[in-house]
């Protein structure tokens, strides 16, 4: 099976049962009459349904096309296609590492933002981040020290531009001295 | 010619030209846009007369819609969401290695889009606003169904993945408190959900946060591209602007028709302008490569929306969106009443607002062309830094619009929701265009419903009719074409 197809594949059993789960969950949608209305859960199922409809349609398209590249397949060099697989997936690994800590790097941000506060989180998730996402593969000292010094003045600059200017505190967290 | 003399004085223009920097920096930094411009600047009017006062906020609304394209080219994040559509063809010229031409030409169609509109605006506003307010819910509702069949036009490739994002795009924005009868839908008794996600949160997690994450993994693969500046005069030749003038016109057209529609606004405009002349183009295969066609039906339209939302503010004494809704208070202040009577009583100030629009337009367009360079220089920090401090800023942008931490849950979640969108090549423009005008077609249906009973009014009424007609059988034989292609590729 190729790539393209497997994520043909995903892509309509996902949504297919995304499409199932609303329509169930429209079922809970309070129906309330109103004159000629069709109600709040009318729009939903129809295209829940019609989700439904095309994700079975993309299901039984990838499921054509495999039977008929099948043959196609099989003449292939299954060798080629082995190596270029391997290269694709070392080369990826690292990729799919970064993108992973860059994601979860957002979230501790975003669940800090409010307790710790926005200057404190800014700094910590800009420095991972800008560790993450460098280009050299070694981290210096001198290095390490413009981060900091760029994710301080990001963050109290952004921070008083807020406050000063557009009279919108943004949260102050472990640093408000009213806690 | 003395209106524009009186114009002229220090203070105005000191203002426009201060109006016009501030309204580009909000309109180019993800998370701030136009309104909340001209939202923080308005108690500044009060002490001002009318004519100052409502010039700094006319330079605002413009300087803000103009602003986008900015980082929409040069950051593939569009600054304010109405400039979403500049990300696809714009970003993607800058990624070609072109990021100085195609911020020529997004400015230069910017211009060109500001100054049809206020032209409109000037010339034909009575009679513009009249064909709006022939506009009932059942034409709406029409008008945004035929946006709609759209969808199917805005696939990159399968144009069943196409329609199932536009689905999911509905249903995603169903979440929260339905129109009409207020139910709650697919809330789960979490109170935050009540308001539904926010659109702020949807176009930064797609663009900015997928942004972060596709380039975190292109580095990984491919290493990081130089950028080079490519430019000459504006942006494009004059054989160029001749082929795009029909490509143009419609854009401000659409732009136009969309902005004298009060309550649908420049984000529509934007996207609907976009799919429209991609639809109508003669080679539609060029939109989303990075090609001119595309920056011009954005930037166009965005801009020519501005004009036409000022149409019925002037002439009905409508708001057409949140900006101008906050210009209507601005004018209100000064004891100024919008409406058909302000042509009477107060035409020397329409004039002064159009004068002020037009120098406005002149400066953006002079301040904004200036500063490609050191636009571009932008490119030459480190992507690591450049990235890093975007994110940041977005996810301070998103909160800020609401002050509620859920819309930078919702962030992550849309991030995380783009980011799986691309790797399973879904296309994600169609999520978008349906997000952003499901609670339009379902308030429009609803509304139309209830006002007429029945269904049959929708059929009946000539513009309505004619939209349904005309979204029913474009869609229908797109499908066809679609269908015949695919058959064509299973055979070969």
């Known amino acids: 099976m190729q790539i393209d197809q497997r994520r043909d594949l995903i892509t309509s059993i996902v949504f297919l049962i995304f499409g199932i789960a609303v329509i169930i969950a429209s079922g809970n949608i309070p129906i309330k009459n109103v004159n000629g209305d069709v109600g709040s859960a009318f729009l939903p199922e129809m295209v829940a349904g019609i989700m439904i409809f095309l994700s079975i349609i993309l299901f039984a398209k990838t499921c054509m096309h495999i039977k008929k590249s099948k043959p196609l397949e099989e003449k292939n060099n299954a060798k080629i296609r082995a190596t270029v697989e391997t290269n694709n997936k070392q080369k990826g690994f690292a990729g799919n590492k970064a993108v992973f800590a860059s994601f979860i790097n957002l979230c501790v941000y975003v669940v800090l933002f409010k307790p710790v506060g926005f200057i404190l989180s800014s700094i910590i998730f800009l420095v991972l981040q800008m560790g993450i996402m460098t280009e050299d593969s070694k981290i210096t000292a001198r290095k390490l020290a413009i981060w900091c010094v760029i994710s301080v003045v990001t963050a109290v600059l952004v921070y008083l531009i807020f406050y000063e200017i557009f009279s919108m505190p943004l949260p102050m967290g472990l640093l408000d001295s009213d806690e | ?492």
């Open chain 2, 1 to 492: 010619m003395d209106e524009i003399l009186t114009m002229f004085n220090g203070a105005t223009l000191l203002l426009i030209l201060l109006g016009s920097i501030v309204g580009i920096v909000f309109g180019a930094i993800p998370g701030l846009n136009a309104t909340m411009a001209v939202a923080l600047c308005l108690p500044f009017t009060y002490g001002m007369d009318s004519v100052n006062g409502v010039s700094l906020l006319l330079a605002l609304y413009l300087g803000g819609i103009s602003g986008g394209l900015i980082s929409a080219v040069l950051l593939r994040i569009p600054g304010t969401p109405g400039s979403l559509a500049t990300v696809w063809d714009g970003g993607k010229m800058a990624e070609n290695g072109e990021p100085g031409r195609a911020l020529g030409i997004g400015i230069t169609y910017s211009f060109i889009g500001n100054i049809f509109g206020i032209l409109c605006m000037a010339l034909i506003a009575p009679q513009l606003a009249n064909f709006a307010s022939r506009f009932g819910p059942c034409e709406y509702f029409a008008l945004i169904f035929f946006a709609l069949t759209l969808i199917s036009s805005l696939s990159e490739g399968d144009m069943v993945k196409a329609l199932i994002s536009g689905c999911a795009g509905l249903i995603v924005s169903m979440v929260g408190v339905a129109p009409m009868d207020n139910a709650r839908r697919f809330t789960f008794d979490i109170p935050d959900l009540n308001g539904g996600f926010a659109l702020i949160s949807m176009m930064i997690g797609f663009f900015a946060i997928t942004e972060v994450l596709d380039s975190v993994k292109d580095k990984q693969v491919k290493g990081y591209q130089k950028v080079k500046f490519a430019m000459r005069g504006l942006g494009f030749t004059l054989r160029e602007f001749i082929d795009q003038l029909g490509n143009m016109f419609r854009a401000a057209f659409v732009g136009l028709g969309i902005g004298i529609l009060p309550g649908i606004g420049a984000t529509a405009a934007n996207i609907l302008a976009y799919v429209t002349c991609k639809s109508t183009s003669k080679h539609p295969e060029r939109f989303g490569t990075g090609s001119i066609d595309g920056i011009i039906a954005s930037e166009t339209s965005n801009n020519a929306c501005c004009g036409g939302t000022l149409i019925p503010l002037i002439a009905l004494g409508i708001p057409g969106d949140a900006v101008t809704a906050i210009v209507l208070g601005g004018l209100m202040i000064h004891g100024i009443v919008p409406g058909p009577e302000m042509f009477v009583t107060n035409g020397a100030l329409i004039n002064d607002m159009i004068i002020a629009c037009i120098i406005a337009s002149i400066l953006i367009f002079a301040l904004q062309f200036f500063a490609i360079h050191f636009f571009v220089k932008m490119l030459y920090l480190p992507k690591s830094i450049l990235l890093s401090v975007v994110a940041c800023l977005c996810i301070v942008g998103a909160y800020a619009n609401n002050n509620r931490i859920f819309d930078i849950y919702a962030v992550l979640l849309f991030g995380a929701l783009g980011f799986a969108f691309r790797r399973l090549k879904i296309p994600t423009a169609p999520f978008m265009l349906a997000f952003i005008l499901e609670n339009y077609c379902e308030t429009y249906l609803r509304r139309g419903l209830a006002t007429y009973g029945s269904i049959d009014q929708f059929f009946t009424r000539p513009i309505s009719a004619a939209f349904i007609i005309v979204g029913v059988v474009s869609m229908l034989y797109r499908i066809y074409k679609n269908y015949k292609k695919n058959r064509g590729n299973l055979a070969v």
